[in-house]
């Protein structure tokens, strides 16, 4: 059997330890990528371009809520991602696959169910907690901005989670390799898609998605 690379990417090491084991514990050789932080995350899936799967905290260093999400999603569109958080309501799970998450994991769980949800999603399907049922987006603005964060393209969604972090557009022109003028471009692309005057408004609008987590 190949090995599978796995990244678990989590502030607490004990938790880290915690999905080790998990992963440890499964048939097959597993090759594990550590990250304390989301820099590192994203360091990490840049230097394993064949990993297998990331397990994702939703809110560690250098990131918060479903952004980190977004942004990896973009960057890395084969990598299959799991969210780990210990904000496990409805809200939170359905908007995480929302987003592009191939399951997600309370932190409540034990070995034996977090080791299951990896197995699930490294065989192709979607894991979710038990309790977990699914339904439709409670708040119908919410469901609306969803639905136009997936009309971004990668290099879109990419630019506007840049814009959330406080980026100036000379500054993700360098981080992306590209022109200040096809940032500019992008940008004025983002504002249309999103219905929306001004860069402020945009990072608004991507702010009410965490909105119903609990820090």
Not at 109 to 130: K, N
Not at 145 to 151: P, Q
Request: glycine content about 8%.
């Amino acid at each position: 059997m190949q090995e599978q690379t796995i990244i678990i990417a989590d502030d607490h090491p004990l938790f880290r330890d915690a999905l080790r084991q998990a992963v440890t514990g499964m048939e097959g050789r597993q090759s594990i990528v550590e990250a304390g932080d989301f820099a590192a995350a994203r360091r990490a899936a840049g230097a394993h371009a064949d990993a297998d799967l990331m397990l994702l905290d939703l809110s560690m260093p250098g990131v918060s809520g479903f952004s980190g999400l977004m942004a990896l999603r973009s960057e890395f569109a084969s990598l299959p991602i799991v969210i780990v958080s210990a904000t496990d309501d409805a809200t939170t799970i359905r908007r995480a696959l929302e987003l592009g998450a191939s399951g997600f994991i309370s932190k409540s769980s034990g070995i034996e169910d977090i080791r299951r949800s990896i197995q699930t999603v490294l065989a192709g399907d979607i894991a979710t907690p038990e309790s977990y049922r699914d339904g439709q987006e409670q708040d119908p603005d919410v469901a609306d901005l969803i639905h136009r964060l997936h009309t971004l393209t990668p290099q879109q969604s990419r630019v506007l989670t840049m814009l959330g972090e406080g980026l100036l557009n000379k500054q993700i022109a360098y981080e992306l390799g590209v022109s200040e003028a096809t940032i500019k471009a992008h940008v004025s692309a983002i504002l249309l898609k999103l219905d929306v005057d001004s860069r402020t408004q945009a990072v608004i609008q991507l702010g009410k998605i965490n909105m119903a987590m609990v820090a």
